[in-house]
């Protein structure tokens, strides 16, 4: 099952199914709840769930929406009176005050069904000062029988105002165990992807297709190159140009995470890449764990650059060199 259908769960959100659905349609959930955690681990797909079994016209024995009734076919289509949304016109874009408004009126309206209305806001992040404000009051006091979810992958991001009026519900990384059933069914790149999405799998799922992943092999390889003075930094930047800067720099925080334990003497199996502990335990024995620990930093640097969009090879070049200074001083002598 690689993708479950609007009124079923992911394998690995039975556990959280278990914890939310009990107080779901009880007076112990808020009339606002804010629905956090990392991104890729299927948080919007459950919203979708939560959103079906509060308008659901029989929830299952799980209370899980029954996807047949009336209720869930017009969810389905998108065409239930009593669900609206409210999301930025286009994605990365803000939430303004006239959407607000606009959901609010909505909200506000008698509900058709008995379920009450139930209300999507996605991503809670992404409201104005001017629109949060306006939707205070209905945070507050909403209708009755009416719940407005809220979501976020960054919950330091939601406006105090705004977070102080939800209940917290938050969605917690998979584990792998409860993982396992999903990804046998994946094309093993999936599953590769799994340690660089910190083992989000929606997200692995999306990197799966790109370079960082299927040429991760090349990468660590180039990488190797460079510590034994095999490799040019300027030739390698341009390795990490085709592969999405952005997602190497994500690799290398997992990679020097990894020399950093190796160096410090930790086991082989609390690596990230533990498949790949012979190539990186070559690569330790030529650091020095000293300067290693300068790289996490030097990392965040570069990573905000690239988001800045400057020269990105000077900035790719620049990260490189830092990897070489880390060298071992006799090895770079020698
Ligand atoms: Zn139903």
């Not at 009880?26 to 079906?52: C, D, F, Q």
């Not at 799966?208 to 190159?225: R, W, Y």
């Not at 390698?236 to 334990?261: I, N, S």
Request: glycine letters at 6%; proline letters at 7%.
């Amino acid at each position: 099952m690689s993708e479950p259908g609007g009124h079923e769960l992911y394998p690995w959100q039975q556990e959280v199914w278990a914890r939310f659905a009990p107080v779901l349609r009880g007076e112990r959930a808020g009339h606002a709840l804010l629905l956090t955690g990392a991104p890729g681990i299927g948080k919007r797909h459950l919203a979708g769930v939560i959103l079906r079994a509060l308008l659901c016209e029989q929830p299952d024995t799980a209370r899980l929406p029954c996807g047949q009734c009336r209720a869930c076919a017009q969810v389905a289509a998108g065409s239930h009176p009593d669900h609206s949304r409210l999301e930025p016109p286009e994605p990365g874009k803000t939430i303004g005050i006239d959407a607000v408004r606009e959901f609010c009126r909505r909200l506000y309206t008698t509900s058709q069904f008995a379920g009450g209305r139930v209300g999507l806001i996605d991503p809670a992040d992404r409201l104005t000062v001017q629109a949060a404000n306006s939707l205070l009051k209905a945070l507050e006091e909403p209708p009755a029988g009416s719940r407005i979810l809220l979501l976020t992958d960054r919950r330091d991001r939601v406006l105090p105002t705004i977070r102080s009026r939800c209940q917290i519900w938050r969605v917690d990384r998979p584990d792998p165990a409860g993982v396992a059933s999903w990804l046998a069914t994946m094309p093993a790149a999936v599953a590769d992807a799994m340690p660089l999405a910190r083992h989000a799998p929606l997200q692995a799922l999306t990197l799966a297709e790109s370079p960082v992943v299927t040429e991760q092999g090349a990468l660590f390889e180039g990488l190797a190159n460079l510590l034994a003075a095999r490799r040019d930094p300027v030739s390698l930047v341009a390795d990490w140009q085709k592969a999405e800067p952005g997602w190497v720099v994500d690799w290398l925080y997992r990679v020097v995470a990894d020399l950093l334990k190796l160096t410090s003497g930790a086991s082989e199996d609390t690596l990230v890449f533990r498949d790949r502990a012979r190539e990186l335990r070559r690569m330790a024995e030529l650091l020095d764990g000293q300067a290693l620990r300068r790289l996490p930093p030097t990392l965040t640097r570069t990573r905000r650059l690239l988001d800045a969009s400057v020269d990105r090879q000077l900035t790719l070049e620049s990260l490189a060199i830092a990897f070489l200074d880390c060298r071992r001083r006799e090895k770079r002598a020698a």
